[in-house]
């Protein structure tokens, strides 16, 4: 569906690149023509992906930066920019999660999420909206949220992440009206369940809730990666133009079957998370 060259002369800013949607994502914009900037807290992964797009013949480069840190996020867009000139699109990947009841939640855990969610997508947003402000070229911000962001939804048991991806959801609707006269779009996916590592170990507590979770859901399936890839692709090109402000939700129609993603977390017994919370406090 797409020419292989739909991407061409494009360099995209990502952050969270190493690995799941971001790395997902990272290859199917390389293998379309984009010069991939690949932003992350962890070096291999972010290593690995870069040689990946190498070895098929795209053009990758990356840098380690925690997104909550802002002064980091201004020396990785400054070395983007030095790697491949003026940098084209962001996209705000790079995420934190996990499940708990809210109750026992350290301010710092809240912090944490939101930090990297809210203020790191606004930090790199930011950073890149002034250069394109400044310097007259336009550019093109891609959001990945979640499906309980919407302001009338969020999701019980993961209520930093609903915060933070409802800010980022503001934020992107907010901005499209304000930095249009710039020529600066933004938008946001809403992906429903797509399998990542870094996902599933901190959400799905059991086996049996990923079968339960999949027997609930109205195609009785998870989203698959280049699915989300190609969504993501289609917005940051030149075909969406005129898609301004918008958020697609990507999803099978899981949310339409029960809002809140989470919800069914109430089916838990008490003793599950008793065991949950013993195990992580065994390992910290
Ligand atoms: N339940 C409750 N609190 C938790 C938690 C959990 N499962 N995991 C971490 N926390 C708390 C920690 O206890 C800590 O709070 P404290 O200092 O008051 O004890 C706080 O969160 C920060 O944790 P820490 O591991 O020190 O922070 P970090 O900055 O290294 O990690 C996270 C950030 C917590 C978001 C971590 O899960 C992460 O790195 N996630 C990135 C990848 C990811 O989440 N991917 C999934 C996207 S869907």
Redesign the pocket.
Known sequence: MFQHDLLKGRAIFLTGGGTGLGRSMALRFAELGARMFLVGRREQPLRETCEEILRFGGAAAFTTCDVRDYAAVETAVAQAEQQFGAINALVNNA??????RTE??????FN??VG?VLNGSFHCTQALGKRWIAQKLGGNVLNIVTTYAAANCGSAFVVPSACAKAGVLAMTTSLAVEWAKYHIRLNAIAPGPFPTE??WS??MPSKQFEEDSKAKHPLKRFGRHEELANLAAFLLSDMAEYINGECVVIDGAQWLRGAGEFNDLMLLPESAWETMEAA?QKK?
């Open positions: 995420a934190g999660n996990f499940i708990a026992k939640l350290s301010p710092n855990a944490s999420v990297i870094g996902a901190r959400l992580r910290s």
